[in-house]
């Protein structure tokens, strides 16, 4: 499957953004997907993921309660919409996927095979 994440841009704290990565493939729906990001100079962290039928979400702890993960299997598109942000969400956003049983919740980087390009998000203080 090909990934390609876009939505990103400048915003300022508090603002919001949706991200979008869309998937190549008939069998999204086979796939559970996941958001991590990466900031200048640290590693790549896990952001949110979500189940291959969009039943079962998992959040970082630092961004549970403004950061909502949903997938529409129709479209073979993933958003993650991001609500009050920081200066500290600044980083480049990728999407990844990966063949799972039903319900299950990927968390860590290892566990994706196929990664988008990343779409940069910078939050302006």
């Known amino acids: 499957v090909q990934l390609q994440a876009s939505g990103g841009g400048l915003v300022q704290a508090g603002g919001s953004l949706r991200l979008s990565c869309a998937a190549s493939g008939r069998t999204f729906s086979s796939y559970a997907m996941g958001w991590f990001r990466q900031a200048p100079g640290k590693d790549r962290e896990f952001v949110a993921a979500?189940?291959?039928?969009?039943?079962?979400?998992l959040y970082a702890d630092s961004v549970k309660g403004r950061f909502t993960i949903s997938r529409d299997n129709a479209k073979n598109t993933v958003y993650l919409q991001m609500n009050s942000l920081k200066p500290e969400d600044t980083a480049v956003y990728y999407c990844?996927?990966?063949?799972?049983?039903?319900?299950?919740?990927?968390?860590?980087?290892?566990?994706?095979?196929?990664w988008g390009q990343g779409t940069e998000v910078t939050v302006s203080s």
């Open positions: 979500i189940s291959r039928g969009g039943t079962n979400t």
């Open positions: 990844a996927a990966d063949r799972t049983v039903a319900g299950a919740i990927l968390r860590y980087v290892y566990e994706y095979q196929y």
